[in-house]
């Protein structure tokens, strides 16, 4: 038995009439870069959204495996995001949501917020715990900050920064959890092709640097073919393929549903609206 | 700038305040004079209060409240109840208590009666505080509405003959539309003792100032802004949004329970507490002084308390004056012309500068948005340092 972090088990998910995730289960080995992908609508999103709390499954499980082998299993279905949060999952947003009206540096604190020992009482009456978690807090975020080239903008609003660094700073803000596992909605959206190539490299140096599980949604396939080590496609909210990058790039299936319905590798792939580099799997991947 | 140590401070704080309370008493005659300025001092001081509490829970937490009012009117009947029983118990004489009481009968008196009144209010808050976990705005704005207008309406419509039980009969003996007057002594009701001078309302206002900074400043007060901002974003960093807007109401209502109970009591007071001091426009009144200083904003609350509580008098006081000089003047009605001042106040406000005088900064507080970095707070000395680590290498 491989050692999983996270394992989804049928899990489904309508709203009203709609099926957006129906009857989808994978499991996220610990340690590795895991791609979620699909056409536009294919549900990513929301299985981004069950897994953190957002939205509740209908049907399903989601369970987050401690590191032991045989160890606890947490199942996550039904509880608070916050909660969720709290068990070391975090995440970003695919259209970006920062604390507005908050600095950069701002941000970020607020995700030590659960690693505090001061209670309301303790923090308003500045105690000593109080004041050296504030320190060490602090010292983290601007670590973090530093590492995602944030260092010099730390107390500018954060909607003031440039799109990318804004998506920068929300996986710095997501780091500052400590989480286990790491959920990225499309991080390369907006990205050139420099930028994208770079921020392969950074999602590997921060998946060993904190030792994380990431599970990576993106439409970038230069992004997901060169980072992800096993991707699962959705389509529809159906499952349609599972495997390493080239069984999953060869996959017909996967073709069609990029393709609507083509069988040919080749041609005008029309695929949603938002990344035209994005939407095929068998573009260039090094 | 050397920092001042928080006792040495806390010192010149009390000293102070006992130096006004004890000018307070010096001052004998009611005469639109030296006291009436003192007095509006006394004023000033429960209205900072009741701004600061709100701003808690309406500018950190941006849970929209407007029934602040509610929790102001139960501190004041139930801090004029306390104060006023307990006065009696305690075998202070009747004809004492007609009268402005000294500070040192106050420290029997108060802390019980604040304290009682901030905890109950306290756990009201928390009642009141749990829709804001389904609802939010005009939702959430109404439910505090019915809120307060309840806790009015219950105190108006419960009257000596209709009480039958124990909790009707209790409701009775404030009064209804006549307002609590203390318990009956012979034939005559005590009236509500005159008790908190400058020492305890402004006493109370600065340190409530004080905390609320404290707060903001706080990582929960960061958490908190955080929930404002974007609940979802929040959550996924672990900040239960549950806990924090709740919180929030807890500490508003507390401190306008105690804002209240000073109101019932204070110096020269009316002696008596009514259910107008539950009205909506009470609680407007409230929003409209943190509205105009800048909601989010501490000290910007604070002093749209203390400017409209100035102009508040101010106006009457010029009324009065003109009124004197020409006759015509005298058939103006003060509240009416103060209503107009203050809608052209929140109208200008709305329209020149949207986010009240001080927005979300504070007194002294450099702007965030200008490309210069705020001056580094006493414990981000190192930041400088890791920032230029990192542009080094
Ligand atoms: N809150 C919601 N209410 C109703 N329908 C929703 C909701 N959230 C998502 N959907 C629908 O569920 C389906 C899946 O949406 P989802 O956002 O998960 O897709 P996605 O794979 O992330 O797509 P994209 O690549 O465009 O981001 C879509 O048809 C969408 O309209
Ligand atoms: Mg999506």
């Not at chain 1, 989804?8 to 957006?20: N, T």
């Not at chain 1, 536009?40 to 953190?52: S, Y």
């Not at chain 1, 496609?233 to 990058?245: C, F, Q, R």
Request: charged share 20%.
């Amino acid at each position: 038995m491989s050692d999983d972090l996270l394992v989804l088990d049928h899990v489904e998910k309508r709203f009203g009439g709609l099926k957006a995730v129906s009857d989808v289960g994978f499991r996220v080995p610990r340690g590795s870069i895991f791609g979620l992908i699909g056409p536009n609508g294919a549900g990513k999103t929301t299985v981004f959204n069950l897994i953190t709390g957002v939205y509740r499954a209908d049907v399903g499980t989601i369970r987050l495996r401690s590191a032991a082998e045989g160890g606890r299993e947490q199942e996550l279905v039904g509880k608070a995001p916050s909660a969720i949060a709290a068990a070391g999952v975090a995440r970003t947003f695919q259209n970006i949501r920062l604390f507005a009206s908050m600095t950069v540096i701002e941000n970020v604190l607020v995700a030590g917020e659960l690693h505090r020992r001061a209670g309301l009482i303790g923090e308003v009456w500045r105690t000593k715990h109080a004041r050296e978690d504030e320190h060490a807090v602090r010292a983290r975020a601007r670590k973090l900050l530093a590492s995602m080239g944030l260092a010099d903008v730390e107390e500018a609003p954060a909607t003031s920064l440039p799109y990318g660094s804004q998506r920068r700073l929300e996986i710095a803000r997501a780091l500052m959890l400590e989480p286990k596992l790491l959920l990225l909605d499309e991080p390369a959206a907006g990205l050139n092709y420099g930028e994208a190539e770079s921020l392969k490299a950074q999602i590997r140096a921060l998946r060993d640097e904190y030792a994380l599980t990431v599970v990576l949604v993106e439409h970038n396939m230069q992004v997901v073919m060169g980072v992800c080590e096993r991707i699962h496609v959705l389509d529809h909210g159906i499952t349609i393929a599972e495997g390493t990058p080239s069984e999953v790039r060869a996959n017909p299936k996967v073709i069609a549903a990029y393709l609507g319905e083509e069988p040919t590798s080749e041609g005008e792939g029309e695929a949603g609206g938002e990344s035209e580099t994005a939407a095929r799997p068998e573009a260039k991947a090094p | 700038m050397r920092r001042v140590p928080a006792v040495v401070l806390f010192a010149i704080g009390a000293l102070t305040c006992v130096g006004l309370d004890l000018a307070y008493d010096g001052l004998v005659s009611w005469d639109r004079g030296s006291k009436f300025w003192l007095h509006i001092l006394v004023v000033c001081a429960i209205n900072v209060l009741g701004a600061t509490s709100l701003n808690v829970v309406n500018g950190m937490a941006g849970q929209f409240s407007i029934g602040h009012a509610g929790f102001v009117g139960i501190g004041a009947y139930l801090g004029g109840a306390i104060v006023s029983n307990l006065a009696l118990a305690l075998k202070i004489p009747v004809a004492a208590l007609k009268d402005n009481l000294s500070l040192g009968q106050s420290f029997l008196l108060l802390p019980v009666a604040l304290v009682v009144v901030g905890l109950v209010c306290a756990a009201i808050g928390f009642v009141v505080g749990l829709p804001s976990l389904r609802l939010r705005g005009d939702y959430l704005a109404i439910v505090t509405l019915g809120f307060s207008e309840i806790v009015r309406l219950t105190v108006l419509g419960i009257s000596a003959d209709s009480a039958t039980n124990p909790l009707t009969r209790a409701i009775a003996s404030l009064g209804g539309s006549l307002g609590y007057r203390g318990p009956k002594v012979g034939e005559d009701y005590l009236g509500v003792p005159s008790v908190a001078g400058p020492f305890w309302t402004v006493g109370i206002a600065a340190l409530a100032v004080f905390l609320a900074l404290r707060l903001k400043r706080s990582g929960f007060g960061r958490a908190l802004r955080a929930v404002r901002e974007d609940e979802i974003a929040a959550a996924a960093v672990g900040v239960d949004p549950a806990k924090y807007k709740v919180t929030a109401f807890v500490l508003a209502a507390a401190g306008a329970g105690v804002a209240g109970a000073l109101l019932a009591v204070q110096r020269d007071g009316p002696g008596i507490v009514g259910p107008a001091n539950m009205k909506f426009d009470k609680s407007f009144e409230v929003i409209t002084m943190v509205i105009l200083g800048g909601s989010g904003s501490v000290s910007g609350a604070a002093i749209g308390a203390v400017l409209y509580t100035v102009i508040f008098y101010a106006s009457e006081e010029a009324l009065h004056q003109l009124a004197q000089a020409v006759p015509a003047f005298g058939s103006v009605d003060a509240a009416a012309l103060r209503m107009t001042l203050f809608a052209t106040a929140l109208i200008v406000v709305m329209l020149v500068r949207t986010q009240g005088l001080f927005g979300e900064r504070e007194l002294f507080e450099k702007k965030a948005d200008d490309g210069t970095p705020k001056p580094p707070s006493p414990s981000s000395d190192d930041a400088t340092g890791t920032a230029k680590e990192a542009l080094a290498s």
